[in-house]
């Protein structure tokens, strides 16, 4: 647990918004990218991390120094992927993995003998996006939070209220179905 | 058979450095006697690789300040709603029941009796429209 942290959440919780702001700046990057690479849009990942932030200064006095601040932050974000967006149904740009297949893979394997390698880079970039959106939420979940924030399976468990195996093959089944997606690059 | 399909399931976790290391140990050794499992180990690294082909994003400039405005907001509106406007309710109700039911305003200085009335779905103020419905409805004289 990071010391700092604790003491600048305890003046957050008494309402300084000076301290927030400390933490915004100190986990913007971080909890935008993760909530970017889930919702596949950066409007609407923008508006889902400041009801984030207002969560974290409305609920300051609840959080306990026991875990880190990063795992409890991202649960919050977490059970607000999970379950807030999907009661809400905010529009998020999915895509099936047929309608990948159709409509870019034979594209993209041409693309790939191209010796434009930014575009190629760009259309991997755009596919593996497109790739992350087809997975199921719980799958897309852990792998973010493996893969791009740096959690362990265990930290993955405890934010997503499931246990270790779960956790190991939520994660695998998602590499498992990005292998398919993805043959035209590997 | 069997071994490979246990091994291939555990793939993931090996590559993350999630086991333990007695069966981080087996799963080396069937991957060094296994070209599939091998094979498989490797598509799934070539995977993990592939991940890192999307770059990060930057928050808009204006995310920080909106963020700070959206909160502080917030707190305003809280501390209107705490300090005035359910101070200014509480009043308004009070001042209502004394008008409406003066008896009650005094015998029951805790609760108010619209409140007092209201505890249960089914508790309607005496001669009130619903009072009446539901003793019509149970056959009761009215």
């Known amino acids: 647990m990071d010391g700092s942290e604790s003491k600048i959440m305890s003046e957050v919780a008494k309402g300084d918004l000076s301290a927030f702001r400390e933490i915004v700046e100190r986990y913007q990057n971080p909890l935008l990218n993760y909530i970017h690479r889930y919702t596949g849009d950066k409007a609407t990942a923008e508006d889902i991390a400041q009801e984030v932030f207002l969560r ?13 601040f990063k795992t409890w932050l991202f649960k919050i974000a977490t059970n607000f992927c999970l379950n807030e967006l999907r009661d809400n149904k905010i529009h ?5 993995i047929f309608e990948l297949n159709e409509a870019g893979f034979v594209a993209l394997a041409e693309k790939r003998l191209s010796p434009l390698r930014e575009l190629e880079n760009q259309e991997l970039s755009s596919t593996l996006k497109k790739s992350l959106q087809s997975l199921p939420e719980n799958q897309r979940v852990a792998l973010l939070l493996h893969k791009y924030s740096g959690f362990s399976y265990g930290e993955i468990s405890q934010m997503m209220n499931c246990s270790l195996s779960a956790v190991e093959s939520l994660i695998h089944r998602a590499r498992q179905s990005l292998r398919k997606q993805l043959t035209p690059y590997l | 058979m069997r071994e490979c399909k246990e091994i291939r399931e555990r793939l993931s976790a090996f590559i993350d450095n999630e086991l333990p290391a007695r069966e981080r140990r087996l799963i080396e050794d069937h991957l060094h006697e296994c070209p599939a499992c091998a094979q498989e180990e490797s598509s799934i690294r070539k995977v993990i690789a592939l991940m890192d082909g999307i770059p990060n994003e930057s928050p808009s400039r ?8 959206r909160v502080s907001s917030w707190k305003r509106c809280s501390y209107v709603k705490g300090h005035i406007l359910m101070p200014a309710l509480a009043a308004l109700r009070w001042a209502f029941s004394l008008v409406f039911y003066p008896s009650e305003a005094n015998s029951d200085r805790g609760r108010t009796p619209v409140n007092a009335y209201l505890q249960s779905f089914d508790d309607f103020p005496p001669e009130s429209i619903s009072s009446i419905y539901i003793s019509l409805i149970e ?4």
Do not use: C, D
Request: glycine share 6%.
């Open chain 1, 56 to 68: 974290v200064f409305k609920t300051a006095k609840e959080y306990r120094p026991l875990s880190s």
């Open chain 1, 92 to 96: 998020r740009n999915t895509i099936g």
């Open chain 2, 62 to 69: 204006s995310f920080t300040p909106a963020t700070i405005h």
């Open chain 2, 139 to 142: 056959g009761k004289s009215v």
